[in-house]
């Protein structure tokens, strides 16, 4: 999201992508793996029943461990990683609003920026329901944080879902036009295939994320509607866009890829020059 709002996005994008990997095999699979093993997976505080409240599994490694500092060492990780990823998610969406209104798909009063070019309306209708956070401390509340959790996640998923249709059309309009990869800042051959699988398994995990309540005994209406609604949302949003609008999918022959890479190539050569 913040691509273009760097310097230079075509080295500092794939500069940046190239250490992703690494760090997910290092601070996700590693260390998920490493905890799967230590925390059994129905351990009761991880569901807070009883007197205990809900707790980190990697709180409860470390508890098993008899490391007494390490609890609170994990916790003041875990606050900082839930700051940063609000900050993120504070930065995208406010830039997809902004963005949104550009488009006129959104009201033009998002369109309002500082001197420096911070879109503060967007930020301030952001901010607003970054408020709802605080329900999460209140019993009676939260069913309804968990069910804002749900929709968000849904939200997530239906966002990666447009992402990888983008990029599948991007390089399927490429082998239609003649358009070889490597006039792209990063690429590589088995992109296209990684984005089908990704976006199959988007698609089942949005699917499935609610079948609990399919299952006997746990039907529950509120559970089914947060985690499906995002569904039909941005379906009928999509249609209704189409059908006032009177506009339609072009066609990979027809979108505009040289113009846009070659305006690319050339801000790269100008500020190189500048």
Not at 137 to 149: D, E, K, N, R, V
Not at 246 to 271: F, G, R
Request: aromatic fraction near 10%.
């Amino acid at each position: 999201m913040a691509g273009a709002e760097t310097r230079n996005p075509r080295k500092a994008i794939p500069a940046a992508c190239k250490n992703v990997f690494i760090r997910i095999v290092l601070f996700y699979m590693l260390a998920i793996l490493i905890v799967g093993m230590l925390v059994a997976s129905d351990d009761k505080r991880l569901e807070g029943s009883g007197d205990s409240v809900t707790q980190s599994p990697f709180v409860i490694a470390a508890q098993a461990a008899n490391l007494p500092a390490i609890p609170s060492v994990v916790n003041a990780i875990l606050i900082s990683s839930a700051w940063s990823s609000s900050n993120q998610a504070l930065l995208s969406g406010t830039r997809v609003l902004y963005a949104l209104a550009l488009k006129k798909q959104a009201p033009a009063v998002f369109l309002r920026t500082t001197s420096w070019g911070v879109p503060y309306a967007c930020v301030a209708l952001f901010t607003v329901f970054m408020f709802l956070s605080f329900m999460s401390l209140s019993s009676g509340a939260l069913s309804a944080f968990y069910w804002l959790i749900s929709l968000t996640a849904a939200g997530v998923l239906v966002s990666w879902i447009a992402i990888l249709l983008n990029h599948i059309r991007l390089r399927l309009a490429m082998r239609k036009q003649g358009i070889p990869e490597t006039r792209l800042p990063w690429y590589n051959s088995w992109t296209l295939y990684s984005s089908y699988w990704a976006l199959g398994m988007c698609i089942i995990i949005l699917l499935t994320a609610g079948f609990k309540v399919f299952t006997k005994g746990h039907w529950s209406p509120e559970g089914f509607v947060s985690s499906y609604l995002d569904i039909p949302l941005v379906a009928v949003a999509f249609a209704v866009w189409k059908l006032v609008k009177k506009t339609k999918m072009v066609k990979l022959s027809e979108i505009p890829l040289h113009a846009a890479l070659e305006q690319a190539e050339q801000k790269d050569i100008n500020d190189e020059e500048g």
